[in-house]
């Protein structure tokens, strides 16, 4: 039998804060749940496996939307896999491209900082002169 939950022992047994299940709530990955008399909402013990499974998307990259889908795919079982693996592949391919951003960006301030001794008034800092020139930064 199902154990009902209060939003506080939801948030305790998914390892989130209380904060985390109104946000879920809000951006519409956790249905509604159901009022006592009092207005303390219960939430069924198979939420706490949708929180931590939200929660592991989004430590590996997933949007909300994504989750949604995740979720939509998840639930219905008739579906193909070949639908998440596809989900899986474009974030992949989206990673791949901010590691090429990053990596960009770390070789510009590599070469801006070598360029600065860190002596001296900071009207003379070729960083800050990088930044406000008109070239490119490359």
Known sequence: MEQAL?????????????????????????????RLSSGYRLYSDSMVRRVRFIKRAQEIGFSLAEIRELLSLR??????????????QAKLADIEDK?????????????LTERCSGCGPTSECPILESIDSEEVLR
């Open 75 to 88: 639930a219905d079982g008739r579906r193909e896999r070949n639908e998440v693996r596809a989900i899986a």
């Open 6 to 34: 209060k939003i506080g022992q939801l948030a305790q047994r998914a390892s989130v804060n209380l904060q985390t299940i109104r946000y879920y709530e809000r951006e519409g990955l956790l249905p509604e749940p159901p």
């Open 99 to 111: 590691m090429r951003t990053l990596k960009a960006m770390k070789a510009v301030l590599n070469r």
